[in-house]
């Protein structure tokens, strides 16, 4: 069983799903150079630890991990803080760190993906209008494609500060999303080939070519 010290290190030989939407070049935090720089260990990663939006996410997690479970006892839930899934044999650099492992009623295995997100603008509802945000999309791919399961949940806590009667609050709605692994196949061998050429580039050291996010 890993130690957090351990897990962090670990992570730097290899494609987690936090940096899926990196590879792609469609993250909002972080570039696909900059994640390679990581990688290549020419800078260090930025410890994020203390950003009150990840406090508030890690901190909130288990109480969502049990709420999920509340909610749908049909799911076996299990956790493993710092357990790290790689089911491909071709390319044991792809891995996933799960917010839940699922068993479902018919012994299938899943994935539970929590999200907490804040609303800050109108336009930010866009991204989950009937779907969820790309960069969140390409996380539950990746996923799909270190463990092999068969299914992913996303549960995303989204909360927006009103102001109501007079007084400042906050709108809180829970969304459920459901990806099963079938439908999903081409999209998982698309970001399989990616990650392949983004590693090759970690290992040779030869800097990729920067990808701007499409207008």
Not at 23 to 35: E, R, Y
Not at 179 to 185: A, M, T, V
Request: proline residues 5%; hydrophobic residues 40%.
């Amino acid at each position: 069983m890993l130690t957090r010290k351990e897990w962090l290190k670990a992570r730097q030989k290899g494609i987690g799903g936090s940096d899926a939407a990196s590879v792609l070049g469609i993250s909002p935090w972080k570039t696909n150079v900059q994640l390679w720089e990581e990688k290549t260990g020419i800078t260090e990663p930025e410890d994020i630890s203390e950003k009150e939006v990840v406090r508030f996410g890690k901190e909130s997690e288990a109480a969502i991990r049990q709420l999920f479970q509340l909610d749908f006892p049909e799911y076996q839930v299990s956790y493993d803080e710092f357990g790290m899934i790689a089911n491909e044999p071709d390319c044991p650099f792809i891995f996933a760190t799960l917010d839940g492992e699922l068993t479902d009623k018919n012994g299938r295995k899943g994935i539970l993906e929590i999200k907490t997100t804040e609303i800050r603008r109108p336009i930010d509802w866009k991204k989950w209008k009937g779907q969820v945000p790309d960069y969140y999309y390409a996380q539950i791919v990746h996923q799909l494609l270190a463990t092999g399961y068969d299914f992913a949940i996303l549960k995303a806590r989204i909360r927006e500060r009103r102001d109501i009667f007079g007084e400042f609050g906050w709108s809180v709605i829970v969304r459920h999303y459901l990806f099963e692994r079938s439908p999903l196949l081409e999209d998982i061998a698309y970001l399989k080939e990616k990650e392949i050429a983004f590693w090759r580039a970690v290992q040779t050291k030869t800097r990729p070519a920067l990808i701007l996010p499409e207008l």
